[in-house]
């Protein structure tokens, strides 16, 4: 299964002073809006300040995208793999980082 992903965030840290990792690491980091397309589904935008929608967020899509056979696809996929381990508190290993499939590099290719 193939999901193309998208986060918007948000971190008291600055991005472009600190870098990904330190926006990410902060204590005040969070997913606002999660956008995905499984196998070309129609894009779901999930709100993640929304009860309903930060459930499913953290049952459904977390089976979703940990399934053994599902590839993530983002745009700077090193950004939102980030965001996932943090999210869900996933070490980063080989096999996790092995899920990801970067467009931005496909496409500088």
Do not use: W
Not at 3 to 11: A, G, K, M, R, V
Not at 49 to 74: C, G, H, M
Not at 76 to 95: I, L, M, S, W
């Amino acid at each position: 299964m193939r999901i193309h992903l998208d986060f918007e965030t948000f971190s008291d840290v600055d991005i472009k002073k600190a870098g990904a990792f330190r926006y990410i690491q902060s204590p005040a980091f969070e997913i606002l809006l999660c956008a995905y397309s499984a196998d070309g589904s129609p894009v779901r935008v999930l709100d993640l300040t929304v009860p309903q929608d930060r459930d499913y967020f953290n049952t459904t899509f977390r089976e979703l995208i940990f399934r053994k056979d599902s590839i993530l696809v983002a745009y700077n996929a090193a950004f939102e793999a980030g965001c996932v381990a943090r999210h869900f508190n996933v070490v980063f290993t080989p096999d996790y980082a092995a899920k990801f499939r970067c467009s931005m590099m496909h496409a500088l290719y």
